[in-house]
């Protein structure tokens, strides 16, 4: 890396601005730089270099003071949101944002659980790694019934991209052959255990429409000579990935496509700068660059280029373009549609079903696979009959019960201590990733009065699931129950939770794509209708959540977005 | 003072967040764990295993939470839970002494009292039954009386268990927690290496002590 990678001020036109520095923010200033682009990266968050700062990483629980949890008084006041994500612990708590900084509000009777990454990397840290390809069946969904706008790409546009991406990131995962989930570049599969094998070959006997495959995730399980190059060293399958991960063997922007980035020497980086909102020349009709407050000063600054790329979280994203106004945009910059905050979505994760797996006890397996089995969305060809639209997916894994399991049982002494050292039964269990309906209602706003500590007015959610989401989820946990009995399971319960938008931390939408500009914000390439120097890539973009993970079609889009770009700009278009 | 609808807002935030932790167990990885590899970075990689400041003796000075004869009785009842065979137990690796520190830093009161109230408890019985408080009966006696207790039988109710059941669960996750527990007790490895699907197993083989973030 260049010395002076991190800027603070600067004169200088930028070719790009990317604001955001995780996946798709990565993935933008990548492939500005590899094409010759001066690119200045700015990120409201601190620095966190790659192995240096994961302070949390391969640390025992006798290492830690409180054995992986997290004091009572600081959750309290500093991450009361934060903990409700399932990876806040002790060694990954400097990751999440700060509660007492980051504050926000919703609506009476509407709840929304924003769970925030404010560093370098952003959530690349911490994500869950699950990456999908997106099919036919997902892009034409609104159109097919009526719910949302049409996506303005389809498979075959964005399918080359997803190639590019993924040789480059490093998706595990086995060629499946699915109608609507696409096979990728895959590095080998993670295997199974003996349990799910068995029970794979009994879905395919019983539901051969319901397969149950291996998760396919951004992890290294052969890494290529582009891998190794960069640092970056198999899955030693430790599953600790979200402490931060000094093999590199979880795509992050840090493993990735920082460092893709910055060997090109066109890399700047603008750490510590939250983009309070965009500069825009209205005789131009163009953004000639950004305004800053210091993360820690809160003083002023901005920085300039010839064309801007939003990456910085959904709702951050439509947060800067609305509180961007203008004479011409007195309702947020690129708004002349009047969508922008609209249509906001997350995953619904509340249902799910378990139980216990006869027989295997001569068996274990070995090391700490970060990836469970999923099994893909069956109900992707819409149906009438079904009672609610679109479908989910179904995601779980077997593995054998310890300690945890055994500690509330009647016994005392060396007859307890002897079960507790000993592997328990087998379970297994699947949960649900629902699709969340493109609803108008479903919005994210500013705070007429509430600001945060930067001067910027606080978000306000009016956000929640609606029947659809709800009906999809008693119809899963009742599906699932039902599958994991006819497989031989024993012991099976099932069970639905009513938890808010939010959790599953796949916010999606509020600045949608869409063929028409009178209803959309950005169009096939993810380019503002109103402004030709504005783009936004990240889940913001998004017409529709299907029931894939997103966050490989962030990647996907953002690289065929920069392309578009370079082109347009190479021919004096923007 | 919490509002009544913050502690409603407490237990649906808890229940959702062990809910989605389940979930995550799953989609994550697994409870069970890892395996000594012979590769180099998991040798690299691997936490040094220290001897263990051993604290066999009766504690000598009050907690956060409980007072010093509190802790020398707690001290008794985790030596009982969870005693020392080939390997140490919990009595022997302060697993009392680290409960009374999990409690004042990430327990609520209410939860810290439920504690207190039982080890007054187990005084009672053991001083109605013996006329001596719990921590100067024998061995056998400690024995009989909790899992009197353990069982909800004689002079103990449904509730008294539950809450043992709770300070149990406190002792377990110290004492496989902790450095002898999770590494001698069960078998730790810090770096696996990759993940194999399956390898025998037999019942005087231990589990996995290392679990990941997901303890």
């Known amino acids: 890396m260049t010395e002076d990678l991190y800027i603070n001020n600067s004169k200088e036109v930028y070719d790009a601005i990317v604001i955001g520095s995780g996946i798709s923010g990565g993935w933008a200033a990548k492939e500005f730089c590899e094409r010759g682009f001066k690119t200045l990266m700015i990120e409201r968050g601190r620095v966190v270099e790659h192995k240096k700062d994961y302070i949390g990483e391969n640390k025992a629980p006798w290492q830690q003071p409180l054995r992986t949890k997290v004091d009572n008084l600081l959750v309290k006041q500093q991450h009361h949101i934060q903990q409700q994500c399932y990876a806040f612990t002790d060694a990954t708590k400097h990751f999440f944002?700060?509660?007492?900084?980051?504050?926000?509000?919703?609506?009476?009777?509407?709840?929304?659980?924003?769970?925030?990454?404010?560093?370098?990397?952003?959530?690349?840290?911490?994500?869950?790694?699950?990456?999908?390809?997106?099919?036919?069946?997902?892009?034409?969904?609104?159109?097919?019934?009526?719910?949302?706008?049409?996506?303005?790409?389809?498979?075959?546009?964005?399918?080359?991209?997803?190639?590019?991406?993924?040789?480059?990131?490093?998706?595990?995962?086995?060629?499946?052959?699915?109608e609507n989930l696409p096979d990728g570049e895959f590095l080998p599969p993670f295997e199974m255990n003996s349990p799910e094998k068995a029970l794979q070959a009994k879905f395919a006997e019983l539901y051969p429409q319901r397969p149950l495959i291996m998760g396919r995730t951004a992890h290294l399980t052969k890494?290529?000579?582009?891998?190794?190059?960069?640092?970056?060293?198999?899955?030693?399958?430790?599953?600790?990935?979200?402490?931060?991960?000094?093999?590199?063997?979880?795509?992050?922007?840090?493993?990735?496509?920082?460092?893709?980035?910055?060997?090109?020497?066109?890399?700047?980086?603008?750490?510590?700068?939250?983009?309070?909102?965009?500069?825009?020349?209205?005789?131009?009709?163009?953004?000639?660059?950004?305004?800053?407050?210091?993360?820690?000063?809160?003083?002023?600054?901005?920085?300039?280029?010839?064309?801007?790329?939003?990456?910085?979280?959904?709702?951050?994203?439509?947060?800067?373009?609305?509180?961007?106004?203008?004479?011409?945009?007195?309702?947020?910059?690129?708004?002349?549609?009047?969508?922008?905050?609209?249509?906001?979505?997350?995953?619904?994760?509340?249902?799910?079903?378990?139980?216990?797996?006869?027989?295997?006890?001569?068996?274990?397996?070995?090391?700490?696979?970060?990836?469970?089995?999923?099994?893909?969305?069956?109900?992707?060809?819409?149906?009438?009959?079904?009672?609610?639209?679109?479908?989910?997916?179904?995601?779980?894994?077997?593995?054998?019960?310890?300690?945890?399991?055994?500690?509330?049982?009647?016994?005392?002494?060396?007859?307890?201590?002897?079960?507790l050292k000993q592997a328990g039964k087998w379970r297994f269990g699947l949960y649900a990733q629902g699709e969340m309906l493109p609803r108008f209602d479903n919005q994210m706003r500013l705070h007429p009065?509430?600001?945060?500590?930067?001067?910027?007015?606080?978000?306000?959610?009016?956000?929640?699931?609606?029947?659809?989401?709800?009906?999809?989820?008693?119809?899963?946990?009742?599906?699932?129950?039902?599958?994991?009995?006819?497989?031989?399971?024993?012991?099976?319960?099932?069970?639905?939770?009513?938890?808010?938008?939010?959790?599953?931390?796949?916010?999606?939408?509020t600045a949608r794509m869409g063929r028409d500009p009178k209803t959309s914000i950005l169009n096939a390439y993810n380019q503002s209708h109103d402004i030709p120097n504005l783009f936004v890539t990240d889940g913001a973009s998004f017409c529709s959540s299907a029931v894939q993970n997103p966050s490989l079609t962030f990647m996907a889009l953002t690289v065929r977005a920069v392309d578009y770009c370079v082109k347009e700009m190479n021919a004096k278009r923007i | 003072m919490q509002k009544p609808q913050d502690e409603i807002d407490t237990i649906n935030n808890k229940s959702r967040r062990k809910f989605v932790r389940g979930l995550s167990l799953l989609l994550g990885g697994s409870v069970t764990t890892a395996l000594l590899s012979g590769n180099a970075l998991?040798?690299?990689?691997?936490?040094?295993?220290?001897?263990?400041?051993?604290?066999?003796?009766?504690?000598?000075?009050?907690?956060?939470?409980?007072?010093?004869?509190?802790?020398?009785?707690?001290?008794?009842?985790?030596?009982?839970?969870?005693?020392?065979?080939?390997?140490?137990?919990?009595?022997?690796?302060?697993?009392h002494g680290f409960i009374d520190n999990q409690l004042f830093h990430c327990y609520e009161q209410a939860e810290q009292d439920k504690m207190i109230t039982l080890l007054a408890l187990i005084d009672d019985v053991a001083k109605q039954q013996f006329s001596l408080p719990f921590f100067s009966l024998n061995d056998k006696q400690q024995y009989a009386l909790l899992t009197e207790l353990d069982l909800g039988i004689n002079n103990f109710d449904e509730q008294q268990r539950t809450d043992f059941k709770s300070l149990k669960q406190l002792i377990c996750f110290a004492y496989y927690t902790s450095e002898v527990g999770a590494s001698q007790e069960l078998r730790y490895l810090a770096v696996p290496g990759g993940y194999k699907g399956s390898i025998p197993y037999k019942d005087s083989d231990a589990s996995w002590g290392s679990q990941g973030l997901y303890y």
């Open chain 1, 97 to 178: 944002g700060n509660d007492k900084d980051l504050p926000y509000t919703t609506t009476k009777d509407s709840n929304f659980t924003w769970i925030r990454a404010n560093q370098l990397g952003g959530k690349s840290l911490l994500w869950h790694r699950q990456s999908y390809r997106w099919g036919e069946y997902d892009f034409s969904a609104n159109k097919n019934d009526g719910h949302g706008n049409d996506w303005p790409i389809r498979y075959q546009d964005i399918e080359s991209w997803y190639s590019q991406v993924e040789k480059h990131a490093g998706i595990s995962g086995a060629l499946d052959n699915l």
């Open chain 1, 223 to 419: 890494p290529t000579q582009l891998h190794l190059s960069q640092g970056r060293v198999q899955c030693q399958a430790r599953d600790e990935c979200q402490a931060g991960c000094s093999f590199g063997s979880y795509f992050s922007t840090q493993s990735s496509t920082l460092p893709a980035a910055a060997a090109t020497n066109n890399l700047h980086i603008a750490p510590n700068s939250v983009v309070h909102s965009l500069i825009y020349d209205e005789g131009s009709n163009r953004i000639k660059g950004v305004r800053i407050i210091d993360n820690e000063d809160l003083s002023e600054r901005e920085y300039f280029a010839k064309v801007v790329f939003v990456c910085a979280s959904t709702i951050g994203s439509t947060q800067i373009l609305m509180n961007s106004t203008s004479k011409k945009f007195p309702n947020g910059l690129a708004n002349s549609s009047g969508v922008l905050g609209h249509y906001l979505m997350d995953h619904n994760y509340n249902a799910g079903a378990s139980g216990d797996i006869d027989g295997f006890e001569d068996e274990l397996d070995r090391g700490r696979r970060p990836t469970g089995l999923i099994m893909p969305n069956f109900y992707y060809k819409p149906d009438a009959k079904r009672g609610f639209l679109r479908g989910y997916a179904l995601a779980g894994g077997a593995y054998r019960e310890g300690w945890q399991s055994v500690q509330h049982q009647d016994g005392l002494g060396l007859e307890y201590k002897n079960k």
């Open chain 1, 449 to 509: 009065t509430l600001k945060d500590k930067w001067g910027i007015p606080q978000i306000e959610f009016d956000c929640r699931f609606s029947d659809n989401e709800t009906n999809m989820m008693l119809d899963a946990a009742e599906q699932a129950e039902k599958m994991l009995k006819a497989v031989g399971l024993v012991n099976v319960s099932s069970g639905v939770t009513h938890g808010p938008p939010g959790l599953a931390i796949h916010e999606l939408g």
């Open chain 2, 42 to 95: 998991a040798v690299a990689m691997a936490h040094s295993i220290t001897s263990v400041s051993t604290l066999n003796s009766v504690p000598t000075f009050a907690g956060k939470i409980f007072t010093l004869s509190q802790l020398k009785q707690l001290q008794r009842i985790c030596a009982i839970v969870i005693p020392k065979s080939d390997t140490l137990g919990a009595a022997e690796v302060n697993t």
